[in-house]
């Protein structure tokens, strides 16, 4: 009795595909697209318009009407650029020398910024703080974050003078409004069940902190660190210009007396250097994470 009804199921779907007109088999052509429905089209619409109105909105103060010089003027750029194809590397150990105290100053910058910014962004996570403390906290590290790093520097040259304390002061305020971002969006998307384990247990807040968050954060929290130190270095080249030591103050001054064969040799030092602390702190990523 089995076999009968196996059979006679299998004879009905053999009759069904001989009934299914041959080019709506296999024809893409045939298949029904399905479309969105009409407000989520509209909405995508407004959207896109608002994005060029933007763009033409800024289009005149942001002078793009001049993009046409990049063409009609080409060849005072390739003057100014054919004065950097002969870089001059007599005095690369000075170049050298500014070049490690920048870098020094961008990792002292970043520890500060980093040591700091681990408790400010706990405050910050409204995950783990009321909002009574959230809000405060995270006005007060976008402040730090919306001023530049060169303002901060010109700040502190006028409160401690020239040199790179100067230049770590700015990178560690400026990045600890960065850090407390980056850290605290990190704590927001944790798994909440180890913190509600040690919660069970009748641990403390801060226990739940140490032993719950932080664990789970770490690898990330590293790896944002090493992002922010290449950046730093690089941040911290252009401190120099307004007095916060490293190379920043050499090629300034290189520019300013227009040699530009010395330039080009401070600018692949600079350009080196970024590569290669790129490359390692890759690598530890890809160790951490």
Same mark, same amino acid.
């Given at each position: 009795?089995?076999?009968?009804?196996?059979?006679?199921?299998?004879?009905?779907?053999?009759?069904?595909?001989?009934?299914?007109?041959?080019?709506?088999?296999?024809?893409?052509?045939?298949?029904?697209? #399905?479309?969105?429905?009409?407000?989520?089209?509209?909405?995508?619409?407004?959207?896109?318009?608002?994005?060029?109105?933007?763009?033409?909105?800024?289009?005149?103060?942001?002078?793009?009407?001049?993009?046409?010089?990049?063409?009609?003027?080409?060849?005072?750029?390739?003057?100014?650029?054919?004065?950097?194809?002969?870089?001059?590397?007599?005095?690369?150990?000075?170049?050298?020398?500014?070049?490690?105290?920048?870098?020094?100053?961008?990792?002292?910058?970043?520890?500060?910024?980093?040591?700091?910014?681990? #408790?400010?962004?706990?405050?910050?996570?409204?995950?783990?703080?009321?909002?009574?403390?959230?809000?405060?906290?995270?006005?007060?590290?976008?402040?730090?974050?919306?001023?530049?790093?060169?303002?901060?520097?010109?700040?502190?040259?006028?409160?401690?003078?020239?040199?790179?304390?100067?230049?770590?002061?700015?990178?560690?305020?400026?990045?600890?409004?960065?850090?407390?971002?980056?850290?605290?969006?990190?704590?927001?998307?944790?798994?909440?069940?180890?913190?509600?384990?040690?919660?069970?247990?009748?641990?403390?807040?801060?226990?739940?902190?140490?032993?719950?968050?932080?664990?789970?954060?770490?690898?990330?929290?590293?790896?944002?660190?090493?992002?922010?130190?290449?950046?730093?270095?690089?941040?911290?080249?252009?401190?120099?210009?307004?007095?916060?030591?490293?190379?920043?103050?050499?090629?300034?001054?290189?520019?300013?007396?227009?040699?530009?064969?010395?330039?080009?040799?401070?600018?692949?030092?600079?350009?080196?250097?970024?590569?290669?602390?790129?490359?390692?702190?890759?690598?530890?990523?890809?160790?951490?994470?």
């Amino acid at each position: 009795m089995l076999q009968v009804s196996d059979q006679a199921g299998l004879e009905r779907a053999r009759s069904a595909v001989s009934a299914t007109p041959a080019h709506a088999v296999g024809d893409p052509a045939a298949i029904a697209v #399905p479309s969105h429905p009409l407000g989520r089209r509209i909405r995508g619409w407004l959207a896109w318009a608002a994005i060029f109105g933007l763009l033409a909105w800024a289009w005149a103060p942001a002078e793009m009407y001049r993009v046409v010089a990049l063409f009609t003027d080409w060849r005072n750029m390739a003057q100014f650029g054919a004065a950097f194809l002969k870089p001059n590397f007599h005095d690369w150990d000075q170049y050298l020398a500014d070049m490690v105290v920048t870098v020094q100053i961008a990792i002292w910058g970043t520890a500060l910024a980093v040591v700091f910014g681990m #408790p400010f962004s706990i405050l910050s996570a409204a995950n783990v703080c009321p909002q009574w403390i959230v809000q405060p906290v995270r006005r007060l590290m976008d402040a730090c974050r919306a001023i530049n790093e060169i303002v901060f520097a010109l700040m502190f040259v006028v409160a401690v003078g020239l040199g790179p304390f100067a230049g770590v002061m700015a990178l560690f305020v400026h990045n600890l409004g960065v850090f407390s971002k980056l850290f605290s969006e990190a704590v927001e998307a944790i798994d909440p069940r180890p913190v509600e384990g040690i919660r069970a247990t009748g641990a403390r807040r801060v226990q739940e902190v140490v032993f719950g968050v932080v664990p789970q954060v770490l690898p990330l929290w590293s790896s944002l660190t090493l992002y922010r130190l290449e950046t730093n270095v690089r941040s911290a080249t252009t401190l120099g210009i307004v007095g916060a030591g490293g190379i920043g103050q050499t090629l300034y001054e290189s520019i300013r007396a227009f040699q530009y064969a010395e330039t080009a040799a401070q600018i692949i030092i600079v350009v080196v250097t970024v590569v290669a602390i790129d490359l390692l702190s890759a690598r530890i990523r890809r160790t951490l994470v």
